[in-house]
């Protein structure tokens, strides 16, 4: 039978296996690849939502405990204090940029998240206009439940926000070694 075969059809045919066995070798390295490219997107997704929300974490323990005080406090505030100014400066860019990268990280219950995380902004910014608002009035003009309500909010956002970092950890876990040990060193430092 192996009389038949001439040099040339056994040439053709073993290149053309070769071929074959090329196509495929590199078929597989591209979907390689591109599977890697979509880990490491939402790896890098995870770090810039996490690096806002930690800010805005930070900023917001900050905000609470003095706005709560100085709306408990008798005199009004003609002058903007700085140590209220500025975590608010710093929170809700934070807060902002953390949505905007959250819509386009792929995560279980990512839309009832954003949508969340997104209301809660809203509602922080108006009550932070009402506090400035209520800030330049004496204690007895200003809205009776306000300070509590402020504290109360910013509470509930700051454990929303810890239980969606805590989602986003989660999302990328196994995915990296170095990764993994750098999210367990950013969840070491957050419980202090």
Known sequence: MLDRLS??????????????????MLAAGAWSSWSRLQVVSRIAGVAAASTHLFTAMHNLRSDRTRSFRMLSAAQPMLTR??????????EMPALKAALTI??????????????????????????H??????????????????APEIRDEISALIT?????????????KLEDPLIDQLM??????RRR
């Open 7 to 24: 040099v040339n059809a056994i040439l053709k045919s073993v290149i053309a296996a070769l071929s074959v066995v090329v196509v495929i």
């Open 81 to 90: 204090d700085p140590t209220v100014t500025e975590p608010r400066e710093a």
């Open 102 to 127: 959250l819509e386009n990280v792929e995560f279980p219950e990512r839309q009832a998240a954003v949508a969340e995380l997104g209301q809660r902004i809203k509602k922080l910014a108006a009550l």
């Open 129 to 146: 206009e009402e506090w400035d608002a209520a800030m330049r009035q004496p204690k007895a003009a200003r809205r009776a439940g306000l």
């Open 160 to 172: 929303m926000l810890d239980k969606l970092s805590v989602r986003l950890d989660r999302l990328v």
């Open 184 to 189: 367990q060193i950013k969840r070491t430092r």
